[in-house]
C-alpha cells in the first residue's frame, strides 16, 4: 500500500491542523494505521496509531488529549486531528501501516512516504 500524507502547514500556537492520509495500490482496512513524526535532529517518533477496525487507538504522552486519530475506511483515508498546537510539535509528519497498538505506536515497515511538514510559530 502506499499512502501520502498531506495538510501540514504553519500555524500559530494553540492553533489547529488536521493532517490527511490517502491510500492507494491497496484498501486501508487491511492495516493498522500510524502517525509519525520527526524533529530536526530527532528520532522519529510514534504520535498516534490505530487499529484496522478503529477499536483500539494509542496516543504518546506528549500528544494525548490534543490528538485524535481516525479512519474512514469506505474513503480509504486516515485522518490526525491536531488541536491545541505546540512549537515542539514542530515536525514532519508520516503516516504509514503500524504494528496492532496495543501500548504503542511502532511501524510495520521501515519505509516512509514524502510526509508532510507542520510548523507551529508566532
Known amino acids: 500500500v502506499q499512502l501520502q500524507a498531506s495538510g501540514g502547514g504553519l500555524v500559530q500556537p494553540g492553533g489547529s491542523l488536521r493532517l490527511s492520509c490517502a491510500a492507494s495500490g491497496s484498501t486501508l482496512d487491511y492495516f493498522a494505521i500510524g502517525w509519525f513524526r520527526q524533529a530536526p535532529g530527532k528520532e522519529r517518533e510514534g504520535v498516534a496509531c490505530i487499529s484496522r477496525n478503529d477499536h483500539m487507538s494509542y496516543y504518546s504522552d506528549s500528544v494525548k488529549g490534543r490528538f485524535t486519530i481516525s479512519r474512514d475506511n469506505a474513503m480509504n483515508t486516515v485522518y490526525l486531528q491536531m488541536n491545541n498546537l505546540k512549537p515542539e510539535d514542530t515536525a514532519k509528519y508520516y503516516c504509514?501501516?503500524?504494528?496492532?497498538?496495543?501500548?504503542?505506536?511502532?511501524?510495520?515497515?521501515?519505509?516512509w512516504g514524502q510526509g508532510t511538514l507542520v510548523t507551529v510559530s508566532s
Open positions: 504509514a501501516p503500524s504494528k496492532v497498538p496495543y501500548g504503542g505506536c511502532e511501524p510495520l515497515y521501515d519505509s
